[in-house]
C-alpha cells in the first residue's frame, strides 16, 4: 500500500472510530429508516383496506340466517363483503365503510299476511356496474335456496361520506405516492449524513485545529478531504441502501445491484458533501458553518416551493443538484412509470455534471482554506 | 537549521511581522519572546507552512518553505499553545493515528506515553484529561517522528510544577539528542534556565537577538537599596549605582548613618525584556 493510500485509509479508519465512539450523532438516520418502515407498512395496509373497501357488500342481520350461510357456502362469496349490524332500520344515510360503491341489505325473514317474505335492499352510489353483478348474484342465489318465500327487492342510492384516510394530501397506498414520500425520506438521510455530519465533524476539527495538526503531518490537505469524502459517502451509501430495501423489501439484491440507484446516491452525497466542504472552508466556527447550513436546508425548500409560480425561482432550481436527486430517485422507487421518465433523463443529465462540478469548486477552496486554523 | 531574510506578513493594513532577519543553529535551544502581539505566532504560522508570507524567504534545514512544505513537514513538529486532540478518542488513540500518519512503529507509542508520564491515562479518554495531561499528549504526539526542529508554543501553560521540570528537562534533552527546539513563552525565568539564545521581538521587529548571559551583562541596571535610622526613624533609599551622584550619595550615608540593611538589587532576564520591550511600547 503506497504511504499516500494508508494515509487515506488511516484518517477514514478515524472517522469510523469517532462515529462509534458517539453513536448517538446517528440516531436521526435511525429515525429516518424507521419511518420508511411505516411508510412501507401503512402503503401495504392502504393497498389491503383499498381493495377490501371496493369490494360489494352485504349488509345482514344475523349470521346464523340460514340464507346467509347459503351465500357464504357458495364460492362467489369469497368476492363480497359480509358486514354484519344490529341497526334493523338503515336509512340511505347510514355511513358506510369507505369506498363502498354498491351494498345489498338482506333483511331477516318475515309475515306478511300469513305469507313469509324477504326482503333485499340494494344501495348503490352512482351508476356502479357491480350492482348487476351483486344483485343476480343474491336473487339467483336466493330463488335456488328458497323459492316458496316471497323476495321483494328494491334499489336505491347510497350516500358514501366517509373520506379516504390521507396523510396530508398524499395516498399512501398508491405506488407514486409511496415513491415521492420515499425520496424526500432517502434524501433526507442524505442530507443529515453527508451534509449536517460533515459540517459538524469538519467544522469542529479545524476550529479546533485538528485538522491543521493533521495537515502538519506528511498529510496533504486533498487526502484529509478524499478521506472525509470516502467516509460520508459510506454512510451514506449504506443508509440510502437499507431505506430503498426497507421500502422495497422483496428482492434484497434490487437496490445494491442496480446502477442507476448507486450512481444517484453517490452523485446525490457528493454533491451535498462538496457544499457542506464549501460552507466547512468559509466558516471559522463551527456554530456559524452549522447556521449556513440550516439556511441553505431553508433556501432550498424557498426555491422549491416557489419554482412552480416563478421562472427565476424555477430557473434556480435547474442548477440545484437535489431536485433532479429527489426526482431519480422517485422514479427509480416507482420502479420507472413512465409518466416520469422523460423527466428522469433530463435530470440524471444535471446530475451527472452538477455535483461533479461542486466537487471540483470545493476541493479548490477546501486546499485553501478548510484545513487550517481560521 | 531556520534562516528566515526580510519576513513581512501583513493583515490587511496591519503588518504583524515587518522586514525579519533570524537564524538559528542546528542543536541550540532558541527562545523567541515579545509581548502580545509582537507577531511571535504570526512567525510560527509562517515556518509551519501554515501561512504564506507577504515578503521575505524563510528555510529550514536548507528547503524553501514556500517550494518544499512536504518535505519540512516530515523534519518539523509544532506543539501549540492550544490542545486540539480528538477528545472521544483515547490518548493512545489519538497516538497512534498521529503515528500513522507520521508512518513511524506503533510500538513508538507506548515509549512517548512513558516520557510523559501518560502510561497510567493512555486508555482513558481524553475527554477526561486534565489541561496539564492534555499538554503533555500534545507534546508526545509532535515528537513521535522525532522531528529534527520543534517548536514550543507556551509548552508550560498549565502545567504543575512536577511537570514543568519535566518538560523543561525534555526540552534539553531533546537538544542533546540533536534537535533544535524553537520555544516561544512568555516564563522569563525558564528563557533564563534553559535557553542557549533568545530573540526579542516587538511590533513584528526583531529588537536583540543573544544569550540570555550576554542580555543580562550588556542591558543590567546596578541598584543598591539601603535602609537606615535617623533620629529613631527608619528610611529607605535606592541608588543606581552608575550615576556618580548617586553613588557618593550612597557612600556619604553608609559613613554617617547607622545602616540597618544594605543590599544590591538583582538583575534578572525579566528585568532585560521589561526594559527593551518597555521602551518600544511607551
Not at chain 1, 116 to 130: D, N, T
Not at chain 2, 108 to 121: C, G, H, M, Y
Not at chain 2, 176 to 188: C, K, N, P, Q, S
Request: some cysteine.
Amino acid at each position: 500500500m503506497s504511504p499516500r493510500v494508508a494515509r487515506v485509509f488511516t484518517l477514514y479508519q478515524k472517522e469510523w472510530m469517532r462515529i462509534k465512539r458517539n453513536p448517538a450523532a446517528l440516531m436521526a438516520v435511525g429515525l429516518i429508516i424507521l419511518m420508511a418502515f411505516l411508510v412501507n407498512i401503512e402503503n401495504k395496509a392502504r393497498k389491503q383496506e383499498k381493495i377490501q373497501e371496493s369490494q360489494p357488500c352485504a349488509l345482514v342481520f344475523s349470521t346464523e340466517d340460514s340464507f346467509i350461510k347459503h351465500l357464504k357456502s357458495l364460492p362467489e362469496s369469497q368476492k363480497i363483503r359480509f358486514i354484519q349490524t344490529e341497526q334493523l332500520v338503515i336509512s340511505s344515510t347510514l355511513n358506510y365503510p369507505a369506498n363502498i360503491r354498491c351494498v345489498a341489505e338482506i333483511y331477516p325473514e318475515a309475515s306478511v299476511e300469513q305469507v313469509m317474505h324477504r326482503r333485499i335492499k340494494f344501495r348503490m352510489v352512482g351508476e356502479s356496474p357491480q350492482l348487476q353483478q351483486l344483485s343476480r348474484w343474491v336473487i339467483a342465489s336466493f330463488a335456488n335456496f328458497n323459492a316458496k318465500v316471497k323476495l321483494d327487492f328494491s334499489i336505491s342510492a347510497m350516500q358514501n361520506n366517509t373520506p379516504t384516510k390521507t396523510l396530508g394530501n398524499i395516498d399512501l397506498s398508491t405506488s407514486g405516492s409511496k415513491a415521492i414520500v420515499g425520496a424526500m425520506l432517502l434524501f433526507s438521510a442524505q442530507y443529515f449524513l453527508c451534509f449536517a455530519l460533515f459540517i459538524s465533524f469538519s467544522a469542529h476539527e479545524r476550529e479546533r485545529g485538528i485538522l491543521q495538526a493533521l495537515a502538519l503531518t506528511a498529510t496533504s490537505a486533498g487526502e484529509l478531504l478524499l478521506s472525509k469524502i470516502l467516509f460520508h459517502l459510506s454512510l451514506s451509501w449504506v443508509a440510502s441502501m437499507i431505506i430503498m430495501q426497507t421500502l422495497s423489501p422483496y428482492n434484497i439484491w434490487a437496490f445494491p445491484a442496480n446502477l442507476l440507484a448507486n450512481g444517484v446516491v453517490i452523485l446525490s452525497s457528493l454533491g451535498l458533501i462538496s457544499v457542506a466542504a464549501i460552507i466547512t472552508s468559509l466558516n471559522r466556527t463551527q456554530t456559524s458553518a452549522s447556521l449556513v447550513g440550516f439556511c441553505y436546508l431553508m433556501l432550498m425548500g424557498v426555491i422549491f416551493a416557489l419554482a412552480p409560480k416563478f421562472i427565476a425561482f424555477n430557473a434556480i432550481r435547474t442548477f440545484m443538484f437535489e431536485g433532479h436527486a429527489i426526482l431519480l430517485f422517485t422514479v427509480i422507487l416507482d420502479n420507472f412509470s413512465k409518466p416520469n421518465m422523460v423527466k428522469a433523463g433530463g435530470a440524471l443529465i444535471f446530475l451527472l455534471w452538477q455535483p461533479v462540478l461542486l466537487l471540483f469548486i470545493a476541493s479548490i477552496i477546501w486546499k485553501k482554506h478548510g484545513w487550517h486554523n481560521p | 537549521m531556520i534562516t528566515i531574510e526580510n519576513l513581512t506578513v501583513k493583515f490587511d493594513n496591519f503588518t504583524a511581522v515587518n522586514q525579519l532577519n533570524l537564524h538559528v543553529k542546528r542543536g541550540e535551544l532558541f527562545g523567541f519572546l515579545g509581548p502580545n502581539g509582537a507577531g511571535k505566532t504570526t512567525t510560527i504560522r509562517v515556518l509551519n507552512g501554515a501561512l504564506k508570507p507577504n515578503a521575505g524567504c524563510v528555510r529550514i534545514s536548507g528547503f524553501d518553505i514556500a517550494q518544499q512544505l512536504q518535505a519540512i513537514k516530515t523534519i518539523v513538529g509544532y506543539v501549540c499553545d492550544t490542545e486540539n486532540h480528538y477528545e472521544e478518542l483515547t490518548g493512545r488513540e489519538n497516538l497512534t493515528l498521529f503515528a500513522k500518519l507520521y508512518g513511524v512503529p506503533s510500538d513508538t507509542v507506548a515509549t512517548w506515553l512513558a516520557r510523559l508520564q501518560l502510561t497510567e491515562a493512555a486508555d482513558v479518554r481524553v475527554r477526561g484529561y486534565s489541561k496539564g495531561m492534555k499538554k503533555k499528549l500534545l507534546i508526545a504526539r509532535e515528537l513521535l517522528h522525532q522531528p529534527q526542529l520543534i517548536f514550543f508554543d507556551e509548552p508550560t501553560a498549565n502545567l504543575d510544577a512536577h511537570s514543568i521540570a519535566l518538560v523543561r528537562k525534555l526540552m534539553r534533552d531533546l537538544v542533546a539528542e540533536g534537535a533544535t527546539v524553537f520555544l516561544t513563552t512568555h516564563d522569563m525565568e525558564e528563557v533564563e534556565a534553559i535557553c542557549d539564545r533568545v530573540a526579542i521581538l516587538a511590533k513584528g521587529r526583531l529588537l536583540e537577538c543573544d544569550t540570555p548571559t550576554a542580555f543580562i551583562t550588556r542591558h543590567a541596571e546596578r541598584f543598591c537599596d539601603v535602609q537606615y535610622d535617623q533620629n529613631g526613624v527608619t528610611y529607605r533609599q535606592s541608588f543606581h549605582l552608575d550615576l556618580d551622584a548617586d553613588r557618593q550619595a550612597l557612600a556619604e550615608i553608609v559613613l554617617k548613618e547607622h545602616c540597618v540593611r544594605v543590599h544590591s538589587r538583582e538583575f534578572k532576564f525579566e528585568d532585560v525584556f521589561k526594559k527593551l520591550t518597555g521602551e518600544i511600547y511607551t
